[in-house]
């Protein structure tokens, strides 16, 4: 009994952690976005960051009921079995996410160089509500969604290939494309577009190098890859 307690003890710290670290991330993007903007009228910013906040709660909700283990790992962080390439991957990662902000708060607060117009604000929030999908589903069906990549042995590591994973196989990473580079067309900046595209790219140099990696480690991911062809987007790669 008193076993369970703590375990279940244990559970819910996790799930305080990852709460923290979730909605301390965003509370930073907003600080950096608004610093750069100079001023907080900024309608498309507050569409932005509370679509943002309303999937950040539904995906910990999700998550309680369909995957709740998710919310333990993506709490703990494994940095001393980063591959170089992963390491690599979380500065580009940093660097671009922040510049986005950055780059579009300069541009439609201090400086006002460009101002899209409501039809890019509608498709913004299209495409973020498809990334927000696409990278829920994924993490839900897939237990092994750790934020950092490796061949996870000591949980049984092996191939997902349902749900999402039956037409891409890195779906999540599709998903955050969508959810993360839709911000500048919310915002409403065009110039946001180049860091955007820029945090694109560090997704698919991850993308290629975990793909190699699993294809190598993982048994049975060769098999699947035969069954499943493209990385992240169907009849292109």
């Known amino acids: 009994m008193v076993e369970v307690v703590e375990k279940d003890t244990e559970f819910w710290r996790a799930v305080a952690r990852r709460t923290s670290q979730v909605l301390g991330g965003l509370f930073l993007l907003m600080a950096v976005f608004f610093l750069s903007a100079g001023r907080i009228d900024l309608q498309g910013a507050w569409i932005l ?14 998550f309680l009921q369909f ?10 962080m494994t940095r001393g079995e980063m591959k170089w390439w992963d390491k690599l991957f979380g500065v580009f990662y940093t660097m671009f996410l922040f510049l986005m902000f950055i780059v579009c708060g300069l541009d439609v607060g201090r400086f006002s160089l460009s101002s899209l117009n409501i039809e890019f604000l509608a498709l913004g929030i299209i495409i ?3 990334g927000w999908v696409f990278v829920a589903w994924a993490m839900v069906v897939n237990k092994f969604f750790e934020t950092t990549v490796r061949v996870q042995k000591e949980r049984r590591h ?8 039956s037409i891409v196989r890195h779906p999540g990473y599709v998903g955050m494309i969508l959810y993360f580079g839709c911000a500048p067309l919310i915002i409403g900046s ?3 577009l180049i860091p955007a595209m ?21 048994p049975g991911y060769k098999e699947y890859t035969k ?7 169907p009849f292109v790669w």
């Open 198 to 218: 820029l945090l694109a790219d560090a997704f698919v140099f991850r993308t290629y190098f975990e793909d190699r990696m699993l294809y190598e480690e993982l």
């Open 158 to 165: 092996g191939v997902v290939s349902k749900g999402p994973y």
């Open 67 to 76: 995957n709740p283990e998710l919310i333990r790992v993506r709490s703990e």
């Open 49 to 62: 960051f509370g679509l943002y906040f309303v999937s950040l709660i539904f995906n910990m909700a999700i």
């Open 128 to 130: 973020f509500v498809l």
């Open 227 to 233: 069954k499943v062809r493209y990385r992240l987007i």
């Open 190 to 192: 065009f110039y946001g």
